[in-house]
Nanobody, 116 residues
């Protein structure tokens, strides 16, 4: 069974940093490697929004709100993707979800809370 497990969320003050991880299991590397991995977030009372994505060829995209502060990366040998978040703002608060685009898989989410 394919699973995505996020980790690394937590409570941090504004200006701080966190690194989220998303590990895929139950999936062979030939399926994971070419798939696009994306991070989404959902703030309370708001719709889920795309934060960043990385293709199998390591092309990256970022939402305007996080560009220059967040960095997405992947380690195919570990079937893991990362979201390095720096200069965090209160408005970055939310549940962060990992998604495999072609495989149509979602993780359970990890909470990120940024305090003023």
């Amino acid at each position: 069974q394919v699973r995505l497990v996020e980790s690394g969320g937590g409570l941090v003050e504004a200006g701080g940093s966190l690194r989220l991880s998303c590990k895929a299991s139950g999936m062979i590397t030939s399926v994971f490697n070419p798939d696009t991995v994306a991070w989404y977030r959902q703030a309370p009372g708001k719709e889920r929004e795309l934060v960043a994505s990385i293709t199998g060829g390591r092309s990256t995209t970022y939402s305007e709100s996080v560009k220059g502060r967040f960095t997405i990366a992947r380690d195919n040998s570990r079937k893991t993707a990362y979201l390095q978040m720096a200069s965090l703002k209160v408005e970055d608060t939310g549940v962060y979800y990992c998604n495999l685009e072609q495989s149509k898989k979602w993780g359970q989410g990890t909470q990120v809370t940024v305090t003023a």
